[in-house]
Antibody, heavy 118, light 111 residues
């Protein structure tokens, strides 16, 4: 079945970086964009950016410009989101989600909890 | 503060009908499609409505969406206990280089 499976929980210190993976299966990985959305505990959804797995083109929310990098490895149908200069406010569940440009996110990963704590 | 405005909570009795509103502006809802997501406790969001009023395969027709101008609504009829969840609206926003914006979410309680 079509699914996105994310890497496991991470605990990082302030100032460090985290890299979360998102492995696609059940469809052609390069045919749909991958978006990243995060959710702090008890809070709403916040879009971080998108990546086109075919071209590698990316678009980031202004809030994360300069701190986020989205990449992919097409040989293993996996997308990555790396967030640097972590601070406590980055503690959240990070989701990857499939979607065409400006279209709905129809498949979501299970989420990856990232905790930033000294 | 979310770009799209939703009521924080709504509640209704089983078998009744409830609507959740989502208010935006000309740069997002007024010019782009609205999608709705359902998030059950402890789970990832799930696509509920896309392109304003379309249901993905497998989603119950008790759910419906509509849009007028810069506002959108999600309606749920025949409420069931399993509908208790958080509901989020989302739309593409044309400002800057373009980005997705979400509502703050609405917690639905089935009394």
């Amino acid at each position: 079945q079509v699914q996105l499976v994310q890497s496991g929980a991470e605990v990082k210190k302030p100032g460090a970086s985290v890299k979360v993976s998102c492995k696609a299966s059940g469809y052609t990985f390069t045919s749909y964009d991958i978006n990243w959305v995060r959710q702090a505990t008890g809070q709403g959804l916040e879009w971080m950016g998108w990546m086109n797995p075919n071209s590698g083109n990316t678009g980031y929310a202004q809030k994360f410009q300069g701190r986020v990098t989205m990449t992919r490895n097409t040989s293993i149908s996996t997308a990555y989101m790396e967030l640097s200069s972590l601070r406590s406010e980055d503690t959240a569940v990070y989701y990857c989600a499939r979607g065409d440009p400006r279209a709905a996110f129809d498949i979501w990963g299970q989420g990856t909890m990232v905790t930033v704590s000294s | 503060q979310s770009v799209l405005t939703q009521p924080p909570s709504v509640s209704e009795a089983p078998r009744q009908r409830v609507t959740i509103s989502c208010s935006g502006s000309s740069s997002n809802i007024g010019n782009n499609a609205v999608n709705w997501y359902q998030q059950l406790p402890g789970k990832a969001p799930k696509l509920l409505i896309y392109y304003d009023d379309l249901l993905p395969s497998g989603v119950s027709d008790r759910f419906s969406g509509s849009k007028s101008g810069t506002s959108a609504s999600l309606a749920i009829s025949g409420l069931q206990s399993e509908d208790e969840a958080d509901y989020y609206c989302a739309a593409w926003d044309d400002r800057l280089n373009g980005n997705w914006v979400f509502g703050g979410g609405t917690k639905l309680t089935v009394l």
